[in-house]
């Protein structure tokens, strides 16, 4: 056994005991445990004002969830010229995910911890203080914030940063889409204003990009035109520290209402101001203009300019509002839910290319369930206005002005529900990339079970998934919730 895989085992052995151990006091010191974590990223879950617990001797909650990948990535090549050792070695992989959620609850006050590992790197998923009064909660801390009626495809959620790769290693996985966000140092006010409807107000006083993984497994290609500076672009990717509050510059906010009309049709409009979670590219040219340097300091893609290297490279992050709208209902047994946003960048003309141009993005959804048989299908879109000088750097995350991605996932469970079978497929249709995963689950238990899954990444050789295509794999997963 790899000793990396003995550490892992001898880790998560050690956490189950610590867990077990920690469950057993909390059930001698409290009649009944309550489990507060889930949906902690729906905006919903933060408004019930229920003080039930206040007059417990120990209002003391603890919930969470364990994740453990044994992955085997498929390398056709190296399959060919190593050894099993030596290939188990270089293509296994076996890491932790998991959380734990302490909750206290004194009357309208709720202090909320959840620690948490993503991808075996240990983390601050949530540390919140909340406040309850009346129709009002107020909530301090290091949190998630996630808007929008979609699924996964949520076109205006910008507050958190998030890591694009994550879908992969979660496909068919329980693990939600808020889990892949970082948490931000926030504040946030609810307003309940009536039984169906809601306003909240988010300011952050930090910015942090959305990680672009730039060495590694999911590094991102480089466009050929950018490869004489690439270690500089990966050097700044990788910088993605929270970007500090200085009068104004980093700071975010955002503002969400959503009200429910004729019992079933809910309608929601957003605004955020912020900035673009990826970085713009530009440079500081010379006194006189070089060849694919325009005048204004832009980077014109497709150059080549030997001068390169006298000029000074810049990322930046440019200032970004958000207007956007989204609804959801219900038609018999179909759910149809929509998201609609306008990024507005300074570059409203589109004539910059060093500055992000403005863009439309958008999703839509359909859910479809009978007994355990259960069908979900997203489109997500995206259009950039003026593409002939679209930004440098957009040509690190997409190919083409206009780009949709569908998935769609099905699911049935079988022999009393104990056995679950699920496909996925993702489709980019502009890059005709391919992701396809197949997955076999078994409930060993109410609150554990063993999957088997396997990801294929794939399709026309100029698409991103085809440049990940070595990331294809097999692997089992143990699973368990408490």
Not at 198 to 215: C, E, G, H, S
Not at 365 to 380: K, Y
Not at 411 to 422: A, P, R
């Amino acid at each position: 056994m790899p000793s990396r895989v003995l550490k892992l085992c001898i880790l998560l052995l050690s956490c189950l005991c610590l867990l077990w151990g920690t469950l057993l006091w909390a059930s001698e010191a409290s009649d009944e445990l309550a489990g507060f974590g889930e949906g902690f990223g729906d905006a919903a879950s933060f408004g019930d004002d229920d003080t039930s617990l206040a007059s417990k001797p120990r209002p003391l909650g603890f919930s969470g969830s364990l994740r453990v990948p044994l992955l085997l990535y498929i390398d056709a090549a190296g399959l060919r010229s190593q050894s099993a050792k030596d290939y188990l070695k270089t293509h296994g992989e076996a890491f932790l995910d998991g959380s734990l959620l302490t909750e206290l609850k004194l009357g309208a006050w709720n202090a909320h911890l959840q620690m948490g590992a993503l991808r075996g790197r240990f983390q601050l998923q949530e540390a919140k203080v909340q406040y309850s009064i009346g129709d009002f909660v107020f909530d301090l801390g290091y949190m998630k914030q996630v808007w929008g009626k979609a699924d996964t495809a949520h076109v205006f959620s910008l507050i958190n940063s998030y890591n694009p790769t994550e879908q992969y290693y979660s496909a068919l996985s329980p693990r939600s889409y808020v889990d892949s966000l970082k948490s931000e140092l926030m504040f946030r006010s609810s307003w309940y204003y009536n039984d169906m409807g809601q306003l909240q107000i988010v300011y952050a006083p930090f910015f942090t990009p959305d990680v672009l993984d730039v060495n590694g497994r999911w590094a991102y290609p480089l466009p050929e035109a950018y490869r004489f500076s690439a270690p500089f672009i990966k050097a700044a990717l990788a910088d993605a520290r929270p970007r500090p509050f200085s009068k104004g510059q980093y700071g975010q906010l955002g503002l969400y209402v959503t009200n429910t009309f004729l019992d079933s049709l809910d309608l929601g409009f957003a605004y955020y101001w912020g900035h673009f979670p990826t970085p713009s590219l530009s440079f500081a040219a010379p006194s006189t203009t070089t060849s694919g340097v325009t005048a204004a300091g832009g980077f014109v893609p497709g150059t080549t300019a030997s001068s390169a290297s006298k000029t000074m490279l810049e990322l930046s992050y440019d200032p970004l509002h958000v207007l956007a709208l989204d609804a959801g209902t219900t038609l018999g047994p179909v759910g149809i839910r929509a998201e609609f946003a306008y990024y507005l960048t300074p570059d409203f003309r589109g004539n910059n290319p060093a500055v992000h141009n403005n863009q439309i993005n958008y999703s839509l959804g359909l859910d479809w369930m009978r007994d355990s048989l259960m069908l979900l299908v997203e489109m997500q879109g995206s259009h950039v206005l003026n593409p002939s000088t679209m930004s440098a750097m957009e040509f690190l995350t997409r190919r083409h002005a206009t780009e949709h991605t569908i998935r769609a996932k099905l699911s049935n469970s079988f022999i009393n529900n104990q056995l679950t079978l699920s496909t996925q497929v993702q489709w980019h249709i502009q890059d005709r990339g391919v992701m396809l995963a197949l997955e076999l689950a078994y409930r060993l238990h109410e609150d554990m079970e063993l999957a088997w899954k396997t990801v294929y990444l794939g399709g026309h050789e100029s698409s991103l998934y085809a440049y990940w295509a070595q990331n294809s794999y097999t692997g089992l997963e143990l699973r368990c919730s408490f």
